[in-house]
């Protein structure tokens, strides 16, 4: 099940898309989710496939954290609907402004 704390690992890992380590996640966390619970919940997201965890070349004891491209696939399909839907709560909007005015200016004119 997909958690209110899986959303912020997300958008810190989404500010690195080349990965980021565990301790460095953690360190941009501080404050808002303890180190016991980031770990817990990254094999939590990484179970349910919305994370990769690899091993860094560069050191053998480091892990970097990706988000699966599937997910920023998923989730850029999203934002374009998101928008699709602003646009068209602007769109009725003005036609609610429009119908005002029109009736407005009715009501004026009977004055």
């Not at 920023?72 to 699709?84: D, G, H, M, S």
């Not at 709560?89 to 200016?105: D, F, N, Q, T």
């Amino acid at each position: 099940m997909f958690r209110p704390v899986h959303a912020s690992i997300m958008d810190a890992i989404l500010l690195h898309p080349e990965g980021i380590s565990l301790n460095k996640l953690a360190k941009e966390l501080r404050g808002r989710v303890s180190r016991s619970v980031l770990l817990r919940e990254v094999r939590r997201m990484r179970e349910m496939g919305l994370i990769t965890i690899d091993e860094d070349e560069k050191h053998k004891q480091r892990r970097i954290v990706n988000i699966k491209e599937e997910v920023i696939e998923a989730v850029r399909t999203l934002e374009e609907q998101e928008i699709k839907s602003l646009d068209e709560a602007v769109g009725s909007v003005k036609k609610m402004l429009h119908a005002y005015a029109e009736a407005r200016r009715k009501v004026k004119n009977k004055l």
